[in-house]
């Protein structure tokens, strides 16, 4: 069998930090924000609790960690930021991942976790802002986060049934003007 241990001190440290994030992200998605403690983290990566804090420093900011999911820019087949983020939600609606199921159930009813999301939104804000050109590029990029914030709470949380019945490929092809217009203008 071959061994897959890490090799390098860097290899190691990222592969514990991936353990961390993948426990945090199944308990946060699990039990919300506030019920998740750093010691169940721990416990459930397989560390110590001292260790979660070195590598996150607080709960905020593992939260915000683990829900933040970066634009992938070299996703195949994806020319446009519209495309990309219509590919993005488009695997939200087909199975709300754990980090958005935790940011969604969170984010509404703790103060800490709100903080969290807001700022995990503002980087996707600034990711999407990057790479729109012209005036308002900010606001352009949060308006469009927010619709998609918005579709995926409809589609997966309140179960609107417009939304439930139709095929995430259908309604990113109804979005497509809209995101195209607010970003690409």
């Given at each position: 069998m071959?061994?897959?241990?890490?090799?390098?001190?860097?290899?190691?440290?990222?592969?514990?930090?991936?353990?961390?994030?993948?426990a945090a992200r199944?308990?946060?998605?699990?039990?919300?924000?506030?019920?998740?403690?750093i010691r169940a983290v721990a416990t459930s990566a397989g560390v110590d609790p001292a260790l979660v804090?070195?590598?996150?420093?607080?709960?905020?900011?593992?939260?915000?960690?683990s829900v933040h999911t970066p634009l992938d820019r070299s996703a195949d087949g994806l020319e446009t930021?519209?495309?990309?983020l219509l590919a993005t939600l488009g695997v939200k609606l087909a199975g709300l991942p754990e980090t958005s199921l935790a940011?969604?159930?969170?984010?509404?009813?703790?103060?800490?976790?709100?903080?969290?999301?807001?700022?995990?939104?503002?980087?996707?804000?600034?990711?999407?802002?990057?790479?729109v050109a012209g005036e308002d590029?900010?606001?352009?990029?949060?308006?469009?986060?927010?619709?998609?914030?918005?579709?995926?709470?409809?589609h997966q949380l309140l179960d609107i049934e417009a939304l439930r019945d139709a095929s995430p490929e259908r309604i990113a092809a109804v979005l497509r003007p809209a995101v195209q217009a607010l970003i690409e203008p």
């Amino acid at each position: 069998m071959p061994d897959l241990t890490p090799s390098s001190r860097a290899e190691r440290r990222r592969s514990t930090e991936r353990r961390i994030l993948d426990a945090a992200r199944g308990l946060f998605a699990e039990r919300g924000y506030e019920r998740t403690t750093i010691r169940a983290v721990a416990t459930s990566a397989g560390v110590d609790p001292a260790l979660v804090m070195q590598y996150f420093g607080n709960k905020q900011e593992l939260f915000r960690r683990s829900v933040h999911t970066p634009l992938d820019r070299s996703a195949d087949g994806l020319e446009t930021p519209a495309d990309l983020l219509l590919a993005t939600l488009g695997v939200k609606l087909a199975g709300l991942p754990e980090t958005s199921l935790a940011m969604l159930r969170s984010m509404l009813t703790h103060p800490e976790a709100a903080e969290a999301v807001r700022a995990g939104l503002n980087t996707q804000i600034d990711e999407i802002a990057e790479a729109v050109a012209g005036e308002d590029a900010r606001l352009r990029a949060a308006l469009t986060v927010m619709l998609m914030v918005g579709v995926t709470i409809g589609h997966q949380l309140l179960d609107i049934e417009a939304l439930r019945d139709a095929s995430p490929e259908r309604i990113a092809a109804v979005l497509r003007p809209a995101v195209q217009a607010l970003i690409e203008p």
